[in-house]
């Protein structure tokens, strides 16, 4: 493992496609992406208020989804856009987030 690489790596991470490493640094509350060419770390968004207590993270589709404060929401950052957009999914009341996966879409959109 690049040098770069592991010394960055300091929360929850998640592959967002073959050559998109993602990682949320819990201390900190920032998303990062990981630069091969340059073997380190590129912030793509910090937010104490929205990213602490984050516990796991899945990525695809241009989304980076967190499961945060125990469990009790979901940041979605879309890491596509410039610059990227984060918001808040919460779940039913009463129930708390155990597991995020990103799935495809079923079917074509209607235009």
Do not use: F
């Not at 469990?71 to 610059?83: H, L, S, Y």
């Amino acid at each position: 493992m690049p040098e770069g690489m592991i010394g960055g790596w300091n929360g929850p991470a998640a592959m967002g496609g073959e050559d998109r490493l993602y990682v949320v640094d819990e201390a900190n509350c920032v998303l990062s992406k990981y630069d091969s060419e340059n073997d380190s770390w590129e912030e793509v968004v910090d937010s104490p208020e929205i990213l602490r207590g984050a516990q796991q993270i899945t990525a695809g589709r241009g989304r980076v989804c967190v499961v945060c404060g125990g469990g009790e929401r979901i940041a979605v950052v879309d890491v596509m856009a410039t610059p990227p957009r984060i918001w808040m999914v919460n779940p039913p009341e009463g129930r708390e987030v155990v597991a995020v996966h990103i799935l495809p879409r079923m079917s074509l959109p209607e235009w």
